[in-house]
């Protein structure tokens, strides 16, 4: 499409006869810039963007490169590493949380067959007595957060999750990790014992109530193998996910 530059160009006229007097007109002038095509490589400037293109407006566009810094965190009650990641303002577990507080209370958190890999999955009730000091359990606000750091929740998905598919279930739609958060495929535990789509699906706790009247459930996200994206959906408290923290 071909981009216009409208300029009020002022252009003042002096009377021969007076010196004084003098007058004013606006001419419109149109300018006509070269063509562009929208999609067109182009070179914004900014050194923090990159596939810098032109948009519907002929501006020149380029995608923000996430940045992302590491660090680590030991849990002085059972002296486990776990990795982190800072993304924007927000510091996070990079693995799930894998506190097995005694005694194991069914009721509070169970071990699928792949705990060793993926963690325990905690009933929401437990996730309190699991958590240790300095974290908390994100609310979807945050996690909103997290996904539009990473471009929005139609993308995030990918970025989030741990690339090919040795956890992952084929064909792992997306997956880049290009976060550094590892988003694992814990599935979920719906009755005693009864797991479901682990390596599938990875479903995390938010602490945010599901406002329906006389609901208990809590919101949660899920993060699955089929697709990029992330989806957010309401869950009994009875049930049980994995747990991901975020730093106060």
Not at 49 to 65: A, Q
Not at 132 to 145: I, K, N, R
Not at 153 to 168: F, Y
Not at 186 to 200: A, K, L, P, R, T
């Amino acid at each position: 499409m071909k981009k216009y530059i409208l300029l009020l160009i002022t252009v003042v006229v002096f009377s021969a006869c007076v010196e004084e007097d003098s007058s004013s007109d606006e001419i419109e002038i149109e300018i006509m810039e070269e063509d562009c095509i929208v999609g067109d490589p182009c070179d914004d400037g900014n050194n923090l963007t990159i596939n810098d293109v032109y948009n519907s407006d002929c501006e020149c566009i380029g995608e923000e490169i996430l940045v992302v810094e590491y660090g680590e965190f030991t849990d002085s009650r059972d002296g486990q590493n776990y990795p982190t990641v800072i993304i924007g303002d927000q510091e996070w577990l990079a693995k799930n949380l894998n506190y097995k507080f005694q005694p194991n209370i069914p009721v509070y958190w169970n071990c699928s067959p792949f705990c060793s890999e993926y963690g325990p999955l905690y009933h929401f009730y437990g996730i309190d007595q699991a958590i240790p000091p300095g974290w908390h359990l994100p609310t979807l606000e945050e996690w909103q957060v997290l996904f539009n750091n990473l471009g929005g929740p139609v993308v995030a998905g990918g970025k989030l999750k741990e690339g090919g598919v040795e956890h992952w279930n084929d064909p792992n739609v997306g997956a880049t990790n290009e976060s550094g958060f590892t988003a694992l495929p814990g599935g979920q535990m719906v009755e005693q014992n009864g797991f479901i789509f682990i390596g599938f699906k990875g479903y995390f706790w938010t602490s945010t109530q599901d406002p329906y009247p006389g609901s208990s459930n809590r919101y949660m996200i899920t993060i699955d193998s089929s697709f990029p994206g992330t989806q957010v959906h309401s869950n009994a408290v009875h049930k049980a996910c994995s747990v991901r923290l975020v730093k106060d």
